[in-house]
C-alpha cells in the first residue's frame, strides 16, 4: 500500500470518527429565521428564463480578458449612458403632485359613447376611444398619465384603463356593475373607487386594485354618489354612510377596508349630507348639511366652520374645494326659485361673492375647478351648454367643448 | 411525498416542505461544515447562513434532483465565507472523543488522529472542503468540481495539493526535533 493510499484511507476513517452525523439543537431556530424571511421571486432568477447555454457561456469560453480595452469601453458606455440619461431626464414629463394646484391639461370628456380629449387652450379636439362600445366617465389619474372610464352595456359597466392619451385599453376583469359613479383615482394612481347606485337611495363602494387587476367591494351602506381620497396619501376615503335612518360620514381604509363612521355635528338626515373635499392638508373636509349651511369640518375636533353665504339669509349646498385649499365654490340659493354659484375663502373670514350669473331653474350641481384654480366649469341645465366661471366673479366664458356629462380636466406639473 | 416534490414545494413557498428537507439533512451538512471549520460556534453559523440562502434562492434552483449537491455547495461557500471572516481568530479545536473501536484498531494502519488533526489544521478552508466532499462526502472528484464550481483540473490539482500537505505534516512528524504545531490557524 503507498503512502498516499493509506494517507487516504486515514483521512476517510478519521472523518467518520470525528463527525458522526447528529441533528443539531439549532435546526428549530433555523426554521423559524426563515420563516420568517422571504423568497427571492422566481423572476429575479436568470436561471429561470435564459436558456443555460446563454448563462453558462461566458464560463466555457474562456479567453484572456482584453482588460485595457474592456476598461476604454467601460469608460465610453458610461459617458454614452450619461449622455442619454441627461437627455431623457430633459425630455422626461415632469408630473403634478397629486393634491394642490396644478396646470391645466387636457380636458377629457365624451360624446355619444366615444371619449374624447379637447385642448382648453387652443380647442383642439381629439377622438380617443371610439367604435360600437359605449364609452362614458372618463378621470384622468391625479398625475395625469393614466385615464380610466366605464363600458356600458345597457345598464351594467365596466372599468377599463388606458393610457392618457386613450392607449392600451385594458378592461379590468370584473362583474359588471350597475348604475355606477365615474373612477375616482387615489393619489398613488394604484387604486380606484367607483360608487353604485343600488335602488335609488342607497349604494355600495368598491374599490379597484389597478397593478393586481382585482375589485373588491367595501363592507358600508352609502348615501351619496360622491367619493373623496385623503390628502397627503390617500390612506383613508370619505363617503357618506347610510347609519340607521340617518346619514353619516364615514372613513375607509383602502389597506384593511375599516370602516369608521364619524359623528356629524350638523344634519344626519339621509340625503342631506354631501361631502366637498378635503383640504390640501388633509385636517379639514368641507360638507353641506341639511341646515342648508356650508361647514368646515377640522379633525383637530374644533367647532365646525360655517361659510358665509353672499347674503346672509340665503342657503348654500353643494360645495367644493378649490386645489389650494383656500376658497369653496357652492351652490347658494334663497327663498325664491333662483340659484347661482358662489366662492368663499375656507376660513369663512369674509362673506362669499357670486360668480355666476342668477339662474331661475336648478343648476347642475357637479361643477368643478379647474386644475390652476383660475376657472370653474359650470353645466348650468343639464346637456346644455358649459360655462368657465371665474372665481373673482369676472366675467364667464364658452369654453371649445360640449359634453354629456361631467368631464375629467388634466393635471399637468406646474 | 418524495424529495423532488418536497423541492418544488418548498421552491415554491411552502415552508413546511422546506422543513422537511432541512431536518433531513441538516445533520450531514452540519458535519461536512464541522470538519471544515473545526469549530462547532463556526459551524452553526455556516449552516445556518447555509439554509437561510437556500430558503431565500431556492425558487431559482432549476433542477430539484440536484438538491443535495445544491445544498452541500451552499454550505462549502458558507463554511469558505465564515472562515474569510474569522481569518485572524484563532480557532478552537473541538477534540471528540474516539470511538473504543477505532481506538483499538488491530491494524495500525490508522495514523495517530493528533497528526491528522495537525495536517488537517494546515490546510486553507477551500483545500479542508475538497478533502471532505470527496473522503467524507463521498463525491467523485468530477462531482466535487461541479458542486465547487471549479474546473476538474483546478479540483483534481486542489486535492492533490491537500494530500500533499497532510503526507508533509506527517512525515515531518515523524521525523525528531521538528515542530508539529501549525504555523496559523485558518487561512
Known amino acids: 500500500m503507498s503512502t498516499t493510499d493509506r494517507i487516504e484511507r486515514d483521512i476517510t476513517a478519521w472523518f467518520g470518527e470525528t463527525a458522526a452525523p447528529a441533528t443539531p439543537d439549532y435546526t428549530d431556530d433555523i426554521l423559524r429565521q426563515t420563516a420568517r424571511s422571504r423568497q427571492r421571486p422566481r423572476w429575479t432568477f436568470p436561471e429561470r428564463w435564459l436558456p443555460m447555454s446563454v448563462i453558462t457561456f461566458g464560463r466555457v469560453n474562456l479567453r484572456p480578458v482584453p482588460w485595457r480595452a474592456v476598461g476604454l469601453l467601460a469608460v465610453l458606455g458610461l459617458l454614452l449612458a450619461v449622455a442619454a440619461a441627461l437627455y431623457a431626464g430633459s425630455q422626461q414629463q415632469r408630473l403634478p403632485p397629486p393634491f394642490g394646484a396644478a396646470a391645466n391639461g387636457l380636458v377629457a370628456y365624451s360624446k355619444g359613447g366615444d371619449i374624447y380629449t379637447v385642448d382648453p387652450a387652443t380647442g383642439a379636439r381629439r377622438a380617443l376611444v371610439t367604435g360600437a362600445a359605449v364609452d362614458a366617465g372618463p378621470a384622468f389619474s391625479l398625475d395625469g398619465t393614466r385615464l380610466a372610464f366605464l363600458r356600458t352595456t345597457g345598464t351594467a359597466s365596466i372599468i377599463v384603463l388606458a393610457d392618457a392619451d386613450g392607449r392600451n385599453p385594458v378592461p379590468v376583469p370584473m362583474a359588471p356593475l350597475t348604475n355606477v359613479s365615474a373612477p375616482s383615482w387615489s393619489p398613488d394612481g394604484r387604486s380606484i373607487a367607483v360608487l353604485t347606485d343600488d335602488n335609488g337611495d342607497t349604494g355600495s363602494l368598491f374599490i379597484i386594485d389597478t397593478e393586481a387587476r382585482t375589485i373588491r367591494k367595501i363592507n358600508v351602506v352609502t348615501d351619496d354618489n360622491v367619493v373623496e381620497w385623503r390628502p397627503p396619501d390617500g390612506r383613508q376615503l370619505m363617503v357618506t354612510a347610510r347609519v340607521s335612518r340617518g346619514a353619516r360620514f364615514a372613513l375607509v381604509s383602502p389597506v384593511n377596508d375599516r370602516v369608521e363612521v364619524l359623528p356629524t355635528p350638523v344634519g344626519e338626515a339621509a340625503g342631506g349630507l354631501r361631502s366637498g373635499g378635503w383640504s390640501l392638508d388633509g385636517r379639514r373636509f368641507v360638507y353641506a348639511a341639511s341646515d342648508g349651511q356650508v361647514h368646515v369640518l377640522d379633525f383637530d375636533g374644533s367647532p365646525d366652520v360655517v361659510i358665509k353665504p353672499s347674503l346672509p339669509q340665503d342657503q348654500g349646498g353643494y360645495p367644493r374645494f378649490s386645489n389650494d385649499g383656500l376658497h369653496i365654490v357652492f351652490m347658494e340659493w334663497s327663498t325664491d326659485p333662483q340659484s347661482w354659484l358662489s366662492v368663499a375663502p375656507s376660513d369663512a373670514s369674509t362673506p362669499a361673492i357670486r360668480v355666476s350669473a342668477i339662474y331661475s331653474v336648478a343648476i347642475g350641481t357637479h361643477y368643478h375647478w379647474s386644475p390652476d384654480d383660475t376657472v370653474i366649469a359650470l353645466e348650468p341645465q343639464f346637456g346644455g351648454a358649459r360655462v368657465l366661471l371665474d372665481p373673482a366673479g369676472g366675467r364667464p366664458s364658452t369654453p371649445p367643448w360640449m359634453t354629456d356629462e361631467v368631464e375629467s380636466w388634466q393635471r399637468r406639473a406646474p | ?187
Open chain 2, 1 to 187: 411525498m418524495n424529495q423532488r416534490d418536497l423541492v418544488e414545494r418548498a421552491g415554491r413557498g411552502d415552508h413546511d416542505a422546506f422543513a422537511v428537507l432541512v431536518r433531513g439533512s441538516i445533520a450531514r451538512l452540519e458535519a461536512v461544515a464541522r470538519l471544515i471549520l473545526r469549530d462547532p460556534e463556526l459551524a452553526r453559523d455556516a449552516v445556518q447562513e447555509a439554509f437561510i440562502r437556500a430558503w431565500r434562492d431556492l425558487p431559482g434552483l432549476r433542477d430539484p434532483d440536484k438538491i443535495d449537491a445544491w445544498l452541500h455547495r451552499l454550505t462549502v461557500n458558507a463554511c469558505l465565507d465564515v472562515a474569510r471572516r474569522r481569518r485572524r481568530r484563532a480557532i478552537e479545536v473541538e477534540l471528540t472523543p474516539l470511538s473504543p473501536q477505532s481506538v483499538g484498531d488491530s491494524t495500525g494502519l490508522v495514523l495517530d488522529r493528533d497528526q491528522l488533526e495537525r495536517g488537517f489544521r494546515r490546510l486553507s478552508a477551500d483545500l479542508r472542503a475538497i478533502l471532505v466532499l470527496h473522503y467524507y462526502v463521498g463525491m467523485t472528484v468530477p462531482m466535487v468540481a461541479k458542486t465547487l464550481d471549479l474546473p476538474l483540473g483546478t479540483a483534481q490539482s486542489r486535492l492533490a495539493r491537500a494530500l500533499a500537505v497532510m503526507r508533509d505534516t506527517l512525515g515531518a512528524d515523524a521525523e525528531p526535533g521538528q515542530s508539529a504545531m501549525p504555523k496559523e490557524g485558518l487561512a
